[in-house]
């Protein structure tokens, strides 16, 4: 009960800091608290991506996500979970993408993950797996080079983003990014430190041990 406390007290800080508060300005973001096996993260999610919104709620509620595990990890690349220590996948339906221009792949964003474009043209996402970003820096001469692959113009303020927060720009644009990281990105950095072995999967076990929403 504590640390429940604690966290509902960091919320408020950052709540009023503005930080509990994405492109949705005057709307209350959902808050969900995750516990691993390394330690806990909390994230907001954003509500103009609803359906992903409404999904992982959810699944949260339901108790969907105890027990499984963070089964790809890369570092400073991103930390993916969603499937069972057996392997079993999602559940049986996909999500319509919600890919959003203000969203991006900045460090710390919560984004789907989904099949590849080859057999999933319309980039619809997992029914339950996500991943959180991890990243790396970049300058703006890479962030320029990133703008002419993808087709795109960054904002000044998500140039700053890149190249003092960092994250994965190359995927702005093919995934639904539908949430952030509020605390616990040491625990992100802990997790993607992880020795792994084939598929990236890490060695030891690194389990979801509850998802309890904290705040909708």
């Known amino acids: 009960m504590k640390t429940l406390k604690n966290n509902m007290v960091i919320i ?12 949705d300005a005057g709307e209350k973001n959902p808050v969900v608290e995750i516990k691993t096996s390394e330690g806990t993260i909390t994230v907001m999610l954003y509500n103009d991506t609803p359906k992903h919104r409404d999904n992982f709620l959810k699944l949260a509620k339901s108790g969907f996500y105890e027990g499984r595990i963070f089964h790809r990890v890369i570092n ?14 999602d559940p049986e339906y996909k999500i319509d993408a919600e890919i959003r221009k203000n969203h991006i792949h900045k ?9 590849g474009d080859q057999v999933n043209p319309e ?3 997992s029914g339950c797996q996500f991943y959180i970003v991890q990243g790396r820096k970049y300058n703006e001469a890479q962030l320029k080079t990133f703008e002419s692959r993808l087709n795109t113009k960054f904002t ?23 949430g952030e990281v509020l605390t616990g990105m040491d625990v992100v950095d802990k997790i993607a430190a992880a020795k ?3 598929g990236n999967k890490p060695v030891e076990d690194i389990t979801i041990i509850s998802m309890n929403v904290i705040e909708e």
Request: with cysteine; glycine share 10%; proline share 2%.
């Open 196 to 198: 792994t072995a084939r």
């Open 123 to 125: 980039r619809k996402s």
């Open 76 to 89: 400073n690349f991103m930390i993916q979970a969603g499937w069972t220590k057996e392997g079993v996948d």
């Open 12 to 23: 408020c800080l950052l709540f009023f800091s503005g930080l509990a508060f994405s492109q």
């Open 156 to 178: 000044d303020k998500q140039i700053k983003t890149y190249t003092t927060l960092g994250g994965t720009p190359h995927l702005d644009g093919a995934y639904t990014v539908f």
């Open 107 to 115: 460090k710390g964003a919560l984004a789907a993950a989904r099949q």
